[in-house]
């Protein structure tokens, strides 16, 4: 690497030179009023010339490189339920990237990609897909193999969700469940003894069939989430962050449950002479886990025989955090509850609640400022 700056006249001329294995190689050139400035310009084209030196012009594909850079960073630390939705976001990545280089990548092209995603997914899911591509591509970046994010700056957007309405149940409805499936008698009621854990517990699915006796302290009142289960692959597995690994207080009421399930579940296997040989919490009639698609079936049997809204068992999860919130319950603490990564996050799942908790603190302030006088 090489500069000259010579005066011209009332100029600075300014050249920068670097070299390779063959030959000298003039880089750029340019004229300044003063000397300071072609200095500072010959320093930063320097820079940028020793930057790129050190960028390998990679052929590797956007899909190849993906799959590489997610089997040595996160399959390692993965839940199995996550390391899936990696894979989905790679196969769409390589349907619509196909073989195309990393090098010839660009952002209009990406955003392109991501309207092509914005038309035909669901917000959700194209922000993860972007995430998700965004880390690795962070990564490449890190590594020398192209030398800017292409994904800076993109613009994200999606076909409309569920609407936040319906994923969750009003309170009146929240006591009206919750009533219902506390009535529990045989070991086919199992199922609504899940439903009323995750209505006062906020676990996921895979944490609530995850759920060991040893997990819950009957005398202290607290449930620890440690592991989830995974249906699909019929083994535990990690929680789905380490912030998912949590002890939570719960009621007097889920801890009576807790007690019907103990006596009617070793009634059922003492009778039958089967072994709990895993310790879980809720087995059923077969002495098997319950799968998604069975207690969503069981659950939308409880909404329409109680003449409610009917939501998913994912749902049940967002109505005991909005029944949280809406009791003001600090936000902190109900992110910690649910396990979140983040209060970020939270914040993100439930800002049409926080943007009403808002608007009623916003009245309450202004009725408080015109008591005053």
């Not at 993965?78 to 010839?104: C, D, E, F, G, H």
């Not at 613009?155 to 309170?171: C, D, H, Q, S």
């Not at 692959?233 to 990690?238: T, Y």
Request: hydrophobic content about 35%; some cysteine; overall charge positive.
């Amino acid at each position: 690497m090489a500069n000259v700056i010579k005066k011209r006249g009332n100029n600075w001329r300014a050249r920068v030179f670097y070299y390779d294995d063959v030959k000298k190689r003039h880089a750029k050139s340019a004229t300044f009023g003063t000397k300071s400035k072609a200095q500072k310009w010959t320093i930063d084209q320097e820079n940028n010339l020793n930057k790129n030196r050190f960028i390998k012009s990679s052929t590797q594909s956007l899909p190849e490189y993906f799959l590489e850079w997610y089997k040595t960073f996160k399959e390692p630390h993965l839940a199995n339920s996550t390391k899936r939705r990696y894979m989905a976001t790679s196969n769409v990545l390589k349907k619509y990237w196909k073989n195309i280089p990393l090098q010839n990548i660009n952002y209009i092209k990406y955003q392109k990609f991501l309207n092509y995603l914005g038309d035909n997914f669901a917000l959700e899911t194209v922000r993860k897909i972007h995430g998700q591509t965004r880390y690795a591509i962070n990564k490449a970046v890190q590594m020398h193999k192209i030398s800017d994010n292409f994904t800076n700056g993109a613009t994200v957007y999606g076909k409309a969700g569920k609407k936040a309405n319906l994923k969750y149940l009003e309170i009146y409805d929240m006591k009206k469940l919750l009533n219902y499936c506390m009535d529990i008698n045989y070991i086919t009621d199992i199922s609504k003894a899940m439903v009323a854990t995750s209505l006062l517990t906020g676990l996921r699915y895979e944490e609530v069939i995850g759920l060991t006796w040893d997990n819950i302290n009957l005398k202290k009142h607290t449930l620890t989430v440690n592991k989830s289960y995974s249906q699909v692959d019929k083994q535990f597995q990690k929680t789905k962050n380490h912030a998912s690994n949590r002890t939570i207080s719960i009621n007097r009421t889920l801890v009576e449950l807790f007690k019907k399930v103990q006596i009617i579940q070793g009634k059922f296997l003492l009778k039958h002479g089967y072994q709990n040989n895993n310790n879980f919490v809720f087995l059923n009639r077969f002495c098997n886990i319950i799968s998604s698609g069975s207690i969503n079936k069981s659950l939308k049997y409880y909404c329409n025989h109680l003449g409610i809204k009917q939501i998913t068992f994912h749902g049940l999860r967002h109505t005991h955090a909005s029944y949280l919130i809406s009791q003001n319950v600090n936000i902190q603490y109900v992110s910690k509850r649910l396990g979140h990564s983040s209060v970020s996050i939270t914040q993100d799942v439930y800002a049409h609640l926080l943007k009403d908790k808002e608007t009623e603190d916003s009245n309450k302030t202004m009725q408080i400022l015109d008591n005053i006088n």
